[in-house]
């Protein structure tokens, strides 16, 4: 009887066990499904989260591309801007150098031009004034130069007065065709004291190739009555 009570009370003991450790375990798995559910609710929302942020990301990228490129594109249309702007400037600053140089060109060409009809106007007079002392007769030229010599005396020094005259002058040099005589010095001498207001001395030299008449250096100032300078300002006149 006493070992069926023990049976009994084992078997009691053990249902109690069986009921506890049941018990407990049901426990342990509502708690741990519980844990699984809030952390599968946790990482849906987290991954709710990465989802939105990945989307905010990804707008801000396309954002960013598309003001990139928009900007980029802006520089490119700016660039080519200012280098169609700089290619006109280069174009226009070649085509006014050129126009420069072709304006300088035509004045050098005018100039050699120039020069060049001075240069045979020039020979051509001193060919005339060679040609008239070569073929006219010694006397007539004598008496030209004497008729000359006498007009420049009557009227050529009175332009004197109203020049401006070296002061420091005491020589004056006179170039004639042919020697001064006695009278035609001592005018000379006279007008050209009064013009100076003060004495001078004559230099004289003769210079056949002016033909007829004189040519007065007073200093660096330079009075040319020679039928030669004549022949050359009527030279002019008519070119």
């Known amino acids: ?119 045979i106007a020039k020979e051509a007079v001193n060919k005339a004034c060679e040609l008239i002392q070569t073929t006219l007769p010694e006397q007539f030229k004598r008496e030209v130069h004497a008729h000359w010599i006498e007009e420049l005396i009557t009227n050529g020094f009175n332009q004197l007065e109203r020049l401006r005259l070296p002061e420091d002058v005491e020589e004056i040099k006179i170039t004639s065709a042919f020697a001064l005589d006695d009278r035609q010095r001592k005018i000379m001498v006279k007008k050209l004291s009064e013009a100076l207001k003060r004495n001078i001395t004559l230099k004289e030299e003769i210079e056949a190739k002016i033909v007829a008449g004189f040519i007065i250096s007073i200093g660096s100032l330079v009075l040319d009555g020679s039928l030669k300078n004549k022949i050359q300002e009527q030279a002019k006149g008519i070119k």
């Open 1 to 119: 009887m006493l070992i069926v009570s023990l049976i009994v009370l084992l078997v009691i003991i053990f249902l109690v066990m069986v009921f506890m450790f049941r018990k407990i375990m049901t426990q342990n798995v509502t708690l741990a499904t519980s844990h699984l559910e809030d952390l599968n609710r946790e990482y849906s929302e987290k991954e709710k989260e990465v989802n939105r942020k990945l989307e905010e990301v990804q707008l801000k990228s396309q954002e960013i591309l598309a003001r990139a490129q928009s900007e980029s594109e802006k520089l490119r249309d700016d660039a080519l801007k200012e280098i169609e702007s700089e290619k006109e400037r280069i174009l226009q600053a070649a085509r006014t150098h050129s126009e420069e140089m072709i304006k300088q060109a035509e004045r050098s060409r005018q100039a050699l031009i120039q020069e060049i009809e001075e240069r």
